[in-house]
């Protein structure tokens, strides 16, 4: 479904709400209308796929990123001291995240790692403010499918000397991802699975 620019009343507005049920449920059908896809696909870790998940079309969508916003915020733990991810999918992400929590007077800083180091200047991994050594920083995703993405994410983190104990994602796609974390000592969370997606997205085709 392709997005439409649209003025909308305050009560369209549902990505406003702090009802995180609603948010939830908003959230998972935008998910199905614009990331979901069924087809033939090659994921980034080389594996064949009947179907795909462009996360970006729900995270650079003006309700989507306001809801995950909130619902991330919500399942941070009390001493979060700041958000990370491995650039790009979750750039849009932390960066949702960081804005609402300081609406919501509990001001977090958003983190994006480089794949690659910068070419100049300090030719740094990590891009954001320069946090304590030791602060308690949450990587987030999009899409979770081996774990090996938002991992790179934790290890140059770990690198500058913070301390990572959880990732969250807002989809596992339930093909080792919450397995490997398990076996890395890492917490994991997710907003949605794959399943939960395909029945709502089944729900709402059929």
Known sequence: MTYQAESLTQSDIWADSSDMAILRDKLLDLF?????QEGDFVLSSGQRSSYYINGKEVTLHPQGALAIGRILLSLLPPDTQ??????LGADPIVTAVSVVSAYEHRPIPALIIRKEA?????????????????ANVVVLE???????SAMKAVERLRAASYTVNKVISLVDRKQGGAEFYESVGLKFQTVFTIEEIQERYRQITN
């Open 82 to 87: 700041a958000v990370a991810g491995l650039t």
């Open 118 to 134: 910068k070419g100049h200047g300090t030719r740094a991994y990590i891009e954001g403010p320069n946090l304590p050594e030791g």
């Open 142 to 148: 999009d899409v979770v499918t081996t774990g090996q």
């Open 32 to 36: 199905c209308q614009l990331a979901y």
